[in-house]
């Protein structure tokens, strides 16, 4: 029983250190291209999907094919929620991982 109160009131005593997590300079270089490469292309991609979007109402309604342009709003709607889903995350991730740096 001395034993556990000894380890014990040493483990109490003794100041806990301040450990800094961090990454090196070449891995967090990495990591952030990567992440905004990422971002970058998947941004795209909804931009592209808008713009054939838009393009499918323009055909579908000058050639009244309705299916075709209500096709269009939807791909329009879904470029923008998917646009709006991955600049949330993308921003998301970035401050998460800035945040756990350690300040470097």
Request: aromatic share 6%; hydrophobic share 50%.
């Amino acid at each position: 029983m001395s034993q556990i109160m000894d380890t014990l009131t040493t483990i109490a005593a003794d100041p806990v250190p301040t450990v800094v997590p961090a990454l090196p300079a070449e891995v967090n270089n990495s990591v952030n291209q990567i992440l905004s490469w990422t971002a970058g292309l998947g941004l795209a991609g909804a931009v592209l999907g808008g713009l054939l979007g838009w393009a499918f109402v323009a055909v579908g309604h000058n050639t009244e094919r309705a299916q075709l342009a209500a096709r269009g709003k939807q791909g329009i709607l879904w470029s923008l929620i998917g646009a709006g889903g991955i600049g949330l995350t993308s921003a998301l991730v970035l401050s998460f991982y800035n945040m756990t740096k350690g300040g470097n």
